[in-house]
């Protein structure tokens, strides 16, 4: 009689992959959603006010995702709030090259200091993105001078602050009666004491900051918990020192030298690749001057491609409308890779981001590729003596302050 042995229980099944039209169904939709988050304020905001400012809300935006997503709702809250009272600073302080040195300083060394709770890859793109309108502020529109003002960039595809002086000069309002140079200068100077123009900078960075921040919270669920590196003090220290002093530098050079137009993407290289540690990351460090690079180089070759910036009328006003959606659509395919697997694509991505989300400081967008490589090579050399400065202070730092077995980072703010 053939012998019977208990059935076992079928053992569960291994678990799948998801197929790739499933993966890329869900990038996609994470795509829409990140469209929506990032243009709604912008163009609502433009729509309501009729100035091509309010295009500053994209950049809170992008600045409003990578604290919640690196620092949580909390961070995302505070981080708008701060944003939105730095703006009309960094507006301001673009005045003199030492008071905006002063306040790129003051920024970073703040994000300085959160490295000690591991927050500074979360808060850093407030001082990097700040520093677009402290070199070079988007103008406020006169509304009986839009009609000159966009024929003037149809004809001539000049910057908006060209056409903005062109126009005040043949309304015979300009105050400035020497060369274009000197009345954009002017003009520009106007701008940054302008009550009116500094309270709605308030109010578009707030607006793009906050978006992410509620979209953030209605997802709460969803959402992965920030994973968070605190550093000790032997680490920061030097970290925050040689952020401070190379973007402290860079600030008053390019403010002294505003013709000069690659200085928010040296201050960027500076903040994007330096990074805090004891022993330098150096595949890390290589993958983000690697991935920097080759942003410029897309750039560029992008920009080839572009030529010339074009506006079109779009809400009643002059708007380089394609270079400002090659922007958007960089800008959300660096907000995916930021916190996936291959660090390199973000550094590639966010450059060409920042460059056409600033469309409106851009008069020729083909000419911006070389003097963008010359910018982010020297602040790749730049970051990595400093690398090695800040290696070799960590570990002076370590002989003559040891930490202790029981030496404890404090807890994260967040």
């Avoid at 090259?97 to 959160?114: D, Q, Y």
């Avoid at 920009?303 to 270079?323: D, H, Q, R, S």
């Amino acid at each position: 009689m053939a012998s019977h042995t208990p059935s076992q229980p079928d053992a569960a099944p291994p678990a799948t992959k998801p197929g790739l039209g499933s993966v890329l169904l869900r990038r996609f939709a994470v795509a829409i959603v990140l469209l929506l988050v990032l243009i709604v304020p912008s163009f609502g905001l433009m729509a309501a006010t009729g100035q091509p400012a309010a295009t500053y809300a994209g950049l809170a935006t992008i600045i409003g995702v990578v604290a919640v997503m690196g620092g949580g709702l909390r961070i995302g809250v505070i981080t708008a709030v701060v944003v939105a009272l730095l703006a009309p600073l960094a507006v301001l302080s673009g005045l003199t090259p030492i008071t905006g040195a002063a306040l790129m300083a003051i920024m970073t060394m703040t994000v300085g200091r959160l490295s000690t709770f591991g927050l500074h890859r979360a808060t850093m793109l407030v001082p990097v993105l700040l520093a677009w309108p402290m070199l070079a502020p988007v103008p406020w529109l006169p509304k009986e001078k839009i009609d000159q003002i966009n024929d003037q960039l149809t004809k001539r595809g000049s910057s908006l602050a060209d056409a903005l002086t062109a126009a005040q000069a043949k309304g015979g309002s300009s105050p400035a009666s020497g060369a274009g140079g000197d009345a954009t200068n002017h003009l520009l100077t106007e701008l940054r004491m302008d009550s009116t123009y500094l309270t709605w900078l308030v109010l578009f960075f707030f607006v793009g900051a906050i978006v992410p921040v509620i979209v953030a919270a209605l997802l709460r669920r969803r959402l992965p918990a920030p994973d968070l590196t605190p550093h000790p003090r032997r680490e920061t220290v030097p970290y925050t020192a040689v952020i401070t002093i190379l973007a402290g530098v860079a600030t008053y050079y390019f403010l002294s030298h505003p013709k000069e137009p690659g200085g928010a993407f040296l201050i960027a290289a500076i903040l994007v690749l330096t990074q805090v540690g004891n022993d330098v990351a150096w595949r890390l460090t290589v993958q983000r001057v690697v991935g920097t690079l080759l942003g410029v180089v897309l750039f560029t070759g992008v920009n080839a491609l572009v030529g010339n910036t074009k506006y079109v009328e779009l809400l009643g006003l002059p708007f380089p409308l394609e270079i400002y959606l090659i922007g958007i659509v960089f800008a959300i395919v660096a907000l995916m890779a930021k916190f996936g697997p291959h660090q390199w694509l973000y550094y590639l991505l966010i450059v060409p981001t920042t460059a056409y989300l600033n469309a409106f400081t851009v008069g020729d967008a083909a000419g911006l590729g070389e003097a963008r490589l010359i910018d982010n090579i020297v602040g790749a050399i730049l970051v990595l003596f400093a690398a090695l400065i800040t290696l070799g202070a960590s570990r002076v730092y370590g002989r003559r302050f040891p930490a202790s077995a029981e030496e404890s980072v404090q807890a994260s703010p967040a």
